[in-house]
């Protein structure tokens, strides 16, 4: 597709109950990044991918997250027995491959807004 | 630990004057900069970059100036439009062995007609 594509836009869940979250970069990205934007906070790292492996994933706050991308492709983050503070914007980002410039930038989604009731 | 921090969480221009959208860092390692514009539901997007090597990048109505020995830098948009209202995002990022950018918190600006 043309960006990055997130799904659900929306998902209000119960506490305790496990969600996933699903990313589809732009094709041809190699590289896939999971943040989250809490009320009134940046945006946090979570986990970069290249390719299918995840050389870092300093950023996951718990074991009850975990994030896989198959196929170079798509990526799903999971949460398992969700908590209150679990509920965030997560956004996913996709880019050529390693490094920065000013010709290789992050590419966001719109987000998946999480509410854990 | 804030290593990106964006001090000011809202900005109010008028229409036509210059916006100044400041940042600080902390990591020596970071030598490459970025700035990114967020609307509301939808994902942040690219602005305008610098690297380190670098004091000042002009793109348009967009100016990044670096300042290494302060590690600060900012944003002037002239002249600011009602469309410039958004939420803008500083990051860094240390471009050898570490292929993640480190946001700050975001200032909200507003252009007042």
């Known amino acids: 597709g043309a960006g990055v594509s997130q799904s659900p836009s929306n998902k209000v869940t119960e506490k305790g109950k496990d969600v996933e979250l699903r990313c589809d970069p732009i094709s041809g990205h190699t590289a896939l990044y999971w943040y989250r934007q809490s009320l009134g906070q940046g945006l946090e790292f979570l986990i970069y991918?290249?390719?299918?492996?995840?050389?870092?994933k300093s950023g996951l706050p718990s074991d009850r997250f975990s994030a896989e991308r198959t196929g170079g492709s798509v990526s799903t983050l999971t949460i398992q027995r969700t908590q209150q503070e679990d509920s965030a914007v997560y956004l996913c980002?996709?880019?050529?491959?390693?490094?920065?410039?000013?010709?290789?930038?992050?590419?966001f989604g719109a987000g998946s807004r999480l509410t854990v009731l | 630990d804030q290593q990106v921090k964006q001090n000011s969480p809202s900005l109010s221009v008028q229409e036509g004057r210059i916006s100044i959208l400041n940042c600080d860092y902390t990591n020596s390692m970071f030598d490459y900069f970025l700035w990114y514009k967020k609307y509301p539901a939808e994902g942040p997007t690219f602005l305008i970059s610098i690297s380190s090597i670098k004091d000042k990048n002009e793109d348009g109505r967009f100016t990044v100036f670096l300042n290494k020995s302060a590690k600060h830098l900012s944003l002037h948009i002239v002249p600011s439009q009602p469309g410039d209202s958004a939420v803008y995002f500083c990051?860094?990022?240390?471009?050898?062995?570490?292929?993640?950018?480190?946001f700050g918190t975001g200032t909200r600006l507003t252009i007042i007609p």
């Open positions: 980002a996709s880019s050529y491959g390693q490094g920065f410039s000013g010709a290789n930038v992050l590419t």
């Open positions: 990051a860094a990022a240390a471009t050898f062995g570490n292929e993640k950018l480190t």
């Open positions: 991918f290249q390719g299918n492996s995840a050389p870092d």
